[in-house]
């Protein structure tokens, strides 16, 4: 009876343990898929503007607790899109860094609304020793001649473009690459007010790019570089001006003659009788 009885109690201890190993691991599994999700990460490294495929695509499990917005759990809903930044392997897909439904790749697919992709010629000097890179700010500087008597057609430098966003150097779009590139062409984003300007610019004189730093965004105005501010040269005094003003009917006509400027004034009055005339000034 005795042997009877312990064989019982053990039966049903080992029931009880059982039970409990398979509720603890029950609730150890349903613990684990509550705090992951499924998320869409990239396959391999990705520039921008590059659709998106099955091969670009796999899906991962991600802590819930540490999940960013925007992400996706069906690589379906993805394809055919096109990513508008740099993507690394294993970087989740966010929905802020994909561009509209409906774009095709290529680098269309990265201009902001409402700007425009405009190409500029460059060389190791304009391109700022090939520093200025895709996500770089740069000003655009003209040098051409000022069209004015005072002048005499002097030379003059301006700043007519500030922070202008390279897009791409050559046909080059990445913006993870730190290392200087020199190229023949640069490719920058701008409004159309501003290409409009930058295309007059490069046709009446040559075109500098200055890179500035990417957080520096104040505006700043500048009335320009001529050869005068340059060395300090005072500026020339304009050339007098003279204005015939006719006398009333008579048998003389009165002309007076003005100088402009800042010299000394002096008026001149013209007397002719017949064929005859003098000049008196005072």
Do not use: Y
Request: hydrophobic share 45%; glycine share 8%; proline share 5%.
């Amino acid at each position: 009876m005795k042997n009877a009885r312990a064989v019982v109690m053990l039966i049903v201890a080992l029931v009880a343990g059982i039970a409990a190993v398979v509720s603890a691991s029950r609730w150890l599994a349903q613990q684990s898929s509550s705090s992951v999700k499924q998320v869409v990460v990239a396959a391999n490294d990705m520039d921008l503007g590059q659709p998106l495929g099955n091969e670009q695509l796999r899906v991962v499990s991600w802590p819930a607790g540490s999940l960013p917005p925007g992400t996706f759990d069906d690589p379906k809903a993805l394809q055919g899109r096109v990513v508008r930044a740099s993507l690394q392997k294993g970087e989740p897909i966010l929905e802020s860094k994909l561009a509209p439904t409906g774009t095709k790749g290529g680098l269309s697919a990265v201009i902001a609304e409402g700007k425009r992709a405009i190409t500029v010629r460059v060389n190791d000097v304009v391109g700022v020793a090939g520093f200025a890179l895709p996500g770089n700010l740069v000003d655009v500087i003209v040098n051409t001649n000022e069209d004015s008597k005072s002048t005499n057609n002097s030379s003059i430098s301006k700043i007519v473009l500030e922070k202008i966003l390279v897009l791409a150097v050559a046909q080059q779009v990445s913006r993870d690459d730190t290392q200087p590139k020199v190229v023949n062409a640069v490719t920058l984003e701008v409004s159309p007010e501003q290409a409009e300007k930058l295309d007059v610019a490069r046709s009446v004189g040559t075109l500098s790019l200055v890179l500035r730093n990417q957080v520096d965004i104040a505006a700043t105005a500048t009335g320009g570089a001529t050869k005068g501010t340059l060395l300090g040269t005072p500026a020339a005094e304009p050339a007098a001006k003279v204005v015939m003003v006719s006398a009333p009917a008579s048998t003389a006509k009165v002309h007076r003659h003005v100088a402009a400027g800042p010299a000394r004034q002096r008026d001149c009055i013209g007397v002719l009788a017949g064929v005859q005339g003098s000049m008196e000034c005072f």
